[in-house]
């Protein structure tokens, strides 16, 4: 699968993260190349598919420095706003702790949503909602005891239901 990260095609390298996110061998070398993949990639999807990848092998493999990488990703202003959305549902899947309101204002800002479409070919994401992926992961990231239904007609949730 690591030949695979290059591929011209970016539903290829989106896939092979996905699969290499479930490594049983060698998983310091797979999240290694993770990262090599991350600071040449250019395809929003793929950099956000890369930034799950390695969260799920650091989750997996009790990684204690991934949350602190995740969270200069999601914090870090100049970083692109893929990476920065990747990287925020990367910290929220890596740590128990509740959402920093920077965090949460990242994922509620109306120009997250811009990002739906295109985020939604992200082999994590497009499982959660066949329409609305991006939207229902942040929700039931952020709300987890808020039902998704009730937010299903577009409309925004108070404050009180965001923080945790």
Known sequence: MLP?????????????????????GGVLGV???????????????VRVSVILAIAQLA?????????AWARRL????GRPPEIRIGAALAWLCLVDDPAPAELVALLTDPTTELYGDQLQQVPWIRPVDSRSGLRRCIHDMLTPDVPWNRT????QQPESAITK
Not at 4 to 24: E, I, M, N, Q
Not at 33 to 45: F, S
């Open 152 to 155: 299903r007609s577009g409309g």
């Open 4 to 24: 695979l990260l290059p591929h011209p095609d970016p539903d290829v390298r989106s896939a092979a993260a996905f699969v290499l996110a479930t490594a049983t």
């Open 59 to 67: 989750r997996e493999h009790g990684d204690e420095h991934a949350p």
């Open 74 to 77: 999601w914090s870090d202003t």
């Open 31 to 45: 999240s290694a190349a993770l990262h090599d993949r991350l600071t040449v990639e250019d395809d929003p999807r």
